[in-house]
């Protein structure tokens, strides 16, 4: 039968490891033409929207979809999982855990590929729920040493960095401006939900690697045009969904300062398709929107994990 697997649940197996090996390997999958991934739908009222990414990974036996709603009382995800070779339903699991692990490992695989192997210096705007994973998932793939956070609310940004430095036992110190985040920082990651540019392109240094996470729809804008020019390889997860709704890009697009064809695909600089990082003074730019073979990958480990640990309710359908 089907397993119904709560957040507790999730939250019991999912570590930054496994969501990092299976992001990764779902980008590889859909660059080899091994998965399909069909870009974010939108259902809007005044009061609720719903939203929904489908995708299949035949080698996990694995196709799908999330759906969540959203709405000022807050937002509600569940992934449901089939099985690629017969149709049936594997699982259905609460994803809020799950979609913040995964977004934030997105940003940790394109660290991994795209940032110096020397970088010690993070900058990260936000200090909410995915600014935790984020940071995270960039201590998994780099060592860093020091991490300097910028956030609205001053009391909820010292409480991160206190907890936040506690947990990965590196120093995490809150900073006065937005300034201080970028100046000197080897990695530079937003992580918010800012309607226009966070920082200037003249306070980043050669090299830098910038994760931009937080811009999925047109209202949503974290980077300027004068940050994009300085940029070199611009990558997103999937350039079919970057031209529907990367916040940060489709201006600049739309003026024809830049084009779709500049674009690279995370997958494709993983199997070696296309060049990351080229030289040491490079400035490279992940754009992430996020994709529902992500959401799969990690389901599609859970699911056996669950039945193995005896977590997780059996559902009375689908079987």
């Known amino acids: 039968m089907a397993l119904f697997l709560s957040e507790n649940d999730v939250e019991s197996l999912l570590t930054m490891s496994l969501a990092l090996g299976a992001v990764e390997e779902a980008h590889r999958a859909l660059s080899s033409r091994q998965g399909s991934d069909v870009p974010r739908q939108r259902t ?82 936000g200090a909410g729920w995915q600014a935790e994973g984020h940071l995270e998932a960039l201590v998994a793939v780099r060592p860093l040493q020091r991490v300097k956070v910028h956030a609205r609310h001053s009391d909820r940004l010292a409480a991160f960095c206190s907890r936040m430095s506690e947990r990965l036992d590196i ?10 985040v970028v100046r000197g920082s080897d990695i530079v990651s937003t992580v918010t939900t800012s309607a226009t540019p966070l920082f200037k392109a003249e306070w980043l240094s050669p090299g830098t690697h910038i994760n931009a996470a937080g811009s999925n729809s047109l209202i949503r804008r974290e980077l300027g045009e004068d940050v994009l020019k300085r940029c070199s390889p611009i990558v997103v997860d ?59 990958a990690l389901a599609a480990r859970l699911e056996p994990l669950a039945r193995e640990n005896g977590l997780g309710v059996e559902l009375p359908y689908g079987g």
């Open 44 to 125: 809007r009222l005044p009061q609720t929207t719903l939203h929904l990414l489908q995708g299949a990974l035949p080698s996990l036996d694995a196709i799908g979809y999330k759906a969540y709603t959203s709405n000022r009382s807050g937002v509600r995800f569940l992934v449901h999982l089939y099985r690629a070779s017969t149709g049936v339903l594997r699982a259905v699991i609460e994803a809020d855990r799950l979609g913040m692990m995964r977004t934030a490992a997105a940003s940790g695989v394109a660290t991994r590929w795209l940032a110096r192997p020397d970088a010690r210096v993070a900058g990260v705007f």
């Open 171 to 180: 120093e995490v110190v809150p900073t006065a401006s937005p300034e201080d």
């Open 238 to 296: 999937s350039i079919e969904t970057a031209l529907r709704e990367a916040g940060d890009l489709l201006p600049v697009l739309e003026k024809g300062r830049l084009q779709a064809r500049d674009l690279l695909e995370l997958g494709d600089v993983i199997c070696g398709r296309q060049a990351g990082r080229s030289t040491s003074d490079e400035i490279t730019l992940f754009e992430s929107q996020g994709m529902a073979i992500q959401d799969l």
